[in-house]
Nanobody, 123 residues
Framework: QVQLVESGGGSVQAGGSLRLACAASGYTYCMGWFRQAPGKEREGVAR????????YYADSVKGRFTISQDNAKSTLYLQMNSLQPEDAAMYYCAARGHGGGCRLAAEAHFNYWGQGTQVTVSS
């Protein structure tokens, strides 16, 4: 069983930065960040393969967001720069607890989810 606990959400003005963190317990093959804004479907933001460190980003955040990991602390991060009002959402950390597919477009690939942390961006 894997437990995920997110932190780091908050309120910023447009153009500002935030760093989200997700502390994980247990083995994870890959981890990712998803977000859901009110009235919208949840979407994948970024994911990382834990062993290789390979990353993948949604087009909407490329060049602004960076996903990283601290293996010693079993913690996943999402550095978000140049935040815009459209980035406001509840952000969720997710993980896959065994090998296999790990696509942002396939939420079913992630079998563990955190409770979410709110990000608010004011214009």
């Amino acid at each position: 069983q894997v437990q995920l606990v997110e932190s780091g959400g908050g309120s910023v003005q447009a153009g500002g930065s935030l760093r989200l963190a997700c502390a994980a317990s247990g083995y994870t093959y890959c981890m990712g960040w998803f977000r859901q804004a009110p009235g919208k479907e949840r979407e994948g933001v970024a994911r990382i393969l834990r062993t290789s460190g390979s990353t993948y980003y949604a087009d909407s955040v490329k060049g602004r967001f960076t996903i990283s990991q601290d293996n010693a602390k079993s913690t996943l991060y999402l550095q978000m720069n140049s935040l815009q009002p459209e980035d406001a959402a509840m952000y969720y950390c997710a993980a896959r607890g065994h090998g296999g597919g790990c696509r942002l477009a396939a939420e079913a690939h992630f079998n563990y989810w955190g409770q979410g942390t709110q990000v608010t961006v004011s214009s």
